[in-house]
């Protein structure tokens, strides 16, 4: 079974309750199509969505027009006309700042939500604005590349798809994101908003600066006449442990910039961590090595599968 006959498929098993959701009776919007906004067009045409998709340059139109990100794209605001829903999928610094033009083209009734890895900020950004049904939202999924080219089917299924209401969140809103996120196979959790930027500090924009950290180490401690041969051993694990620091550092520094006190203590954590590690191989005190080593072992599949309900709201 293909990736769009996956999604589809998904969508099906979680109607039956007779209402129809936002989505599949108004247009939804796009604004960007980079790997978020680009690969949710691909599934949301996949389950018959009417899909349209604000852009900033031609050029990227084109593109999405040749890749079918979209049923529509444009540079116009005006493709925005009708949308009943609307994801803001543009970088943080565009998504905290965002332009006179794409405000005034929000449709007044439609819900708005956004992809961005901060919430805090977002929410300060886009949550008092007056006739704007906002829902703060974010699909932890994701690849090393971005773009136009970036965006593939399937990307959000069975990732978790995180919400941050707030108290004046719109209910049947937020209804409409989590119909989203689950019709392309996303998995439903709310929290609070400095939960969850603690949260991802932890387990999305440390690891960025981590793994950048391990290509910069091995970079430098293989000058000279080790470079080819560090360079010539490096193989899956080496790959497994950088791949998210060897990705779009545009997107490393703003989540950084704007996630900063909870990153600074994300690297604190860590740098403890590191010490203790260090201090265990300075003494060979190798049992206890096997100890931390077995710990984590044990650690490592709660964070990769974590148990529970497909959807849930978690405390804070």
């Known amino acids: 079974m293909g990736p769009r006959r996956e999604v589809a498929g998904m969508a099906n098993q979680r109607q039956g309750d007779g209402a129809v959701p936002l989505w599949q009776h108004r247009p939804v919007g796009l604004v960007g199509l980079g790997l978020i906004g680009g690969s949710l067009g691909l599934d949301l045409q996949a389950l018959g969505a009417d899909v349209r998709a604000l852009v900033h340059r031609e050029s990227t139109a084109a593109r999405a027009r040749e890749r079918g990100l979209a049923g529509t794209v444009s540079t ?3 493709v925005l006309d009708d949308c009943g829903l ?11 700042a965002p332009d006179p033009a794409l405000l005034a083209a929000l449709p007044g009734d439609a819900v708005v939500t956004d992809v961005g890895s901060v919430k805090g900020p977002v929410l300060e950004a886009w949550g008092q604005r007056p006739g704007i049904r906002f829902v703060a939202s974010h699909p932890m999924a994701g690849t090393a ?29 937020l209804a409409a994101v989590r119909e989203l996120a689950e019709a392309v196979g996303g998995r439903w959790l709310t929290c609070a908003p400095a939960d969850h ?77 590191i010490a203790a590690l260090e201090q265990l191989v300075q003494a060979g005190d190798w049992p206890e090595l096997h100890r931390f080593l077995h710990r984590t072992h044990d650690l490592r599949p709660a964070f990769l599968e974590p148990p529970g309900p497909a959807s849930q709201e978690l405390p804070g």
């Open 86 to 96: 609307v994801v803001i999928a543009l970088p943080l610094d565009r998504l905290l």
């Open 76 to 78: 116009d605001p005006a």
């Open 145 to 173: 590349a971005a773009g136009v080219e970036a965006g593939e089917a399937g990307l959000f299924r069975d990732r978790p798809w995180v919400a941050t209401p707030v108290a004046g969140t719109d209910p049947a809103a």
């Open 197 to 273: 930027d603690a949260a991802v500090a932890l387990i999305s924009h440390l690891p960025v600066l981590v793994s950048a950290a391990l290509i910069g180490t091995a970079d430098r401690g293989g000058e000279g006449p080790l470079a080819a041969l560090v360079r010539g051993l490096a193989s899956s694990g080496f790959a497994d442990t950088t791949r998210v620091g060897g990705g779009n550092p545009d997107l490393g520094t703003l989540m950084a910039r704007h996630n900063r006190e909870a990153l600074l203590a994300a690297l604190a954590l860590y740098r403890r961590e």
